[in-house]
């Protein structure tokens, strides 16, 4: 399932993270905020627990999300100012790491680290800024799916259109939450318009 945001507000930081004015400091910021914005969208699908609290006038029972069935997994680089901006919101979920490089002549994905904890029965929440060909977000999913998690959702912000598809149609039951879907991918297999290379920009690297 595709979901492309709605929210101006969601809009006018995918706009202020093409801007190529704008620099590695602010563009980490825009990517947490944006991640909380999706996340906020996406909350509906989060599990969630009763629980028993003291307030000043005395005991409250009341919903809150279970932290303890959910993980956030990153896709490094490019994701960690999301994954942070997820464990702003939720700080008592657990964190996992999957580090993937595309290959810029193939574009094929490389995994060169793993670092997800058990996510049996959980809810997984993967993120990623950019989903170009999709490659990435494909294999990230298909290796989480060897873990039996109970559902994964995807926050991203940017995807090409093709590679949204090319991902939802091997993956029809995770929802994709994603911030903008643009039309296409040029020779270099970049989004267009796309933002550029997201990890370069948030990390000042070319
Ligand atoms: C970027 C981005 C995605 C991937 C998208 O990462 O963060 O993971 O490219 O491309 P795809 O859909 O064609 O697979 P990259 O591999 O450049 O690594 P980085 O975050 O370390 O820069
Ligand atoms: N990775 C990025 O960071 N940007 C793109 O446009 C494609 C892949």
Redesign the pocket.
């Known amino acids: 399932m595709i979901v492309e945001s709605r929210s101006p507000l969601v809009k006018h930081i995918v706009n202020r993270l093409r801007d190529a004015g704008t620099d590695a400091a602010a563009f980490r910021a825009l990517l947490r905020e944006c991640a909380r914005l999706l996340l906020a969208e996406a909350a509906d699908a989060l599990p969630v627990a009763d629980r028993k609290i003291t307030t000043w006038q005395g005991n409250f029972t009341g919903d809150f999300i279970d932290e303890s069935k959910i993980v956030c997994v990153a ?5 960690l100012p999301m994954q942070e901006g997820v464990l702003s919101s939720l700080d008592g979920i657990e964190g996992g790491f999957l ?4 290959d810029e002549e193939t ?1 094929q ?1 490389h995994l060169y680290y793993n670092r997800v904890p058990d996510i049996e029965g959980k809810t997984v929440i993967l993120v ?11 294999d990230a999913l298909a290796l989480l799916r060897t873990q039996n998690p109970a559902r994964i959702i995807s926050l991203n912000v940017i995807g ?1 259109k093709e ?1 949204v598809e090319r991902v939802e149609k091997s993956f029809p039951d995770v929802a994709i939450h994603i911030a903008q879907i643009d039309p296409t991918l040029n020779k270099d ?1 970049y989004i267009v318009p796309g933002l550029g ?4 920009r948030a990390y000042n690297t070319v």
């Open positions: 896709i490094l680089r490019a994701a580090a993937m490089k595309r574009f994905s990623d800024p950019m989903v170009a060909t999709g490659g990435s977000l494909h090409a590679g297999a290379d997201a990890g370069d």
